[in-house]
């Protein structure tokens, strides 16, 4: 079974910059997250997909930050624009039932930095 | 509101030692928690979770974690360490307002050889 794919893993840009991440969830997962993991620090939510409709994205900067996810499968991040705090790695993760279980699987994440 | 501590931000053992990581939670509830596991440059996977009955839950690779509700706690254990269980260790508890996963600051594990 194929894991959560997420591109790119690295991505190196300049303050005022826009910035895409790419996911695609492990088929037949309903829930989809953004998570944003700052060195040192446990991953905080940004926003999660039941399907194609947002179930919650209140921690999600939305003067900068957008998410979608079109035909309820893969989804993409974007920060425009960015900011030096913005440097963090971007952790998608998907689940069959949401987080009733606990049980999310994540990709391998996209690493920012923001210059 | 809940909330996860973990002690030590890094933890360094011998290898063919104990492995003991410390996390704390506060809830009002008896909760969902959960160890998850980061090795470098991959994403996180799931160790252990302990949701209802048995205290004390089995893992992957060899890790244990047992639940004291008296003592708020879910530490993770296994009793050698392996060159290979470097990595960062991460816990978190289930948010039962939200059912949204509330994490721990995480534990860098340092083997030495």
């Known amino acids: 079974e194929a894991g959560v794919a997420q591109s790119p893993r690295y991505k190196i840009i300049e303050k005022r910059q826009s910035v895409a991440f790419w996911c695609n969830p492990i088929?037949?997962?309903?829930?989809l997250y953004w998570y944003q993991q700052i060195l040192g620090q446990g991953p905080k939510l940004l926003i999660q997909?039941?399907?194609?409709?947002?179930?919650?994205d209140s921690q999600l900067p939305k003067d900068r930050f957008s998410a979608e996810r079109l035909k309820g499968v893969d989804s993409t991040l974007k920060i425009q624009p960015a900011k030096l705090e913005d440097s963090a790695v971007y952790l998608c993760?998907?689940?069959?039932?949401?987080?009733?279980?606990?049980?999310?699987?994540f990709g391998e994440g996209s690493r920012l930095t923001v210059l | 509101a809940q909330s996860v501590t973990q002690l030590g931000s890094h933890v360094s053992v011998s290898e063919g030692a104990l492995v003991l990581l410390r996390c704390n939670y506060s809830?009002?509830?008896?909760?969902?928690l959960f160890w998850y596991v980061q090795y470098p440059n991959q994403g996180l996977q799931l160790l252990l979770k302990?949701?209802?009955?048995a205290t004390l839950v089995k893992g992957i690779n060899g890790f244990e974690a047992e639940f004291k509700k008296s003592e708020t706690s879910f530490h993770l254990t296994k009793p050698s360490a392996h060159m290979s269980d470097a990595a960062e260790y991460f816990c978190?508890?289930?948010?039962?307002?939200?059912?949204?996963?509330?994490w721990g600051a995480g534990t860098k594990l340092i083997i030495k050889p």
């Open positions: 993760a998907s689940s069959l039932k949401g987080f009733e279980t606990g049980e999310l699987f």
């Open positions: 088929s037949g997962h309903a829930t």
């Open positions: 997909f039941q399907n194609n409709g947002v179930v919650d």
């Open positions: 809830s009002s509830v008896p909760p969902y």
């Open positions: 302990y949701t209802t009955g």
């Open positions: 978190a508890v289930r948010d039962d307002s939200n059912y949204q996963l509330i």
